[in-house]
């Protein structure tokens, strides 16, 4: 069975930082896009972060770009989301999602539809 587990999650001031982590199992999947994204309450989920299957192509919601940092390790089946300098707009339920369609490719989908298998989320919590 495919799993994706977050974990990392918390309350943090403004300013501070968090790391999220996404452990894969039930399959490998280093050679997927993997990608984070996050739902605030009456919102709908935004994509935040996304990492081709080898990391060497990334990309990012503006809102995050210069704090966040999309990384993998292939070896653990893990992707992990550094969030530095957080506002309380960052706030919400933060998802890790994997797209098993597209092996070995260079495309990053940034929209939900783009990803074919979700984790069931990790709260985020910025206090001002």
């Known amino acids: 069975q495919v799993r994706l587990v977050e974990s990392g999650g918390g309350l943090v001031q403004a300013g501070g930082s968090l790391r999220l982590s996404c452990a894969a199992s039930?399959?490998?999947?280093?050679?997927?896009?993997m990608g984070w994204f996050r739902q605030a309450p009456g919102n709908e989920r935004e994509f935040v972060a996304g990492?081709?299957?080898?990391?060497?192509?990334?990309d990012y919601a503006v809102s995050v770009k210069g704090r966040f940092t999309i990384s993998r390790d292939n070896a653990k089946n893990t992707v992990y989301l550094q969030m530095n300098s957080l506002k309380p707009e960052d706030t919400g339920v933060y998802y890790c999602?994997?797209?098993?369609?597209?092996?070995?490719?260079?495309?990053?989908?940034?929209?939900?539809?783009?990803?074919?298998?979700w984790g069931q989320g990790t709260q985020v919590t910025v206090s001002s």
């Open positions: 039930g399959r490998t999947f280093r050679g997927y896009a």
């Open positions: 999602a994997a797209d098993l369609r597209r092996a070995y490719s260079d495309y990053t989908p940034i929209s939900p539809d783009g990803y074919t298998y």
């Open positions: 990492s081709n299957w080898s990391g060497s192509n990334t």
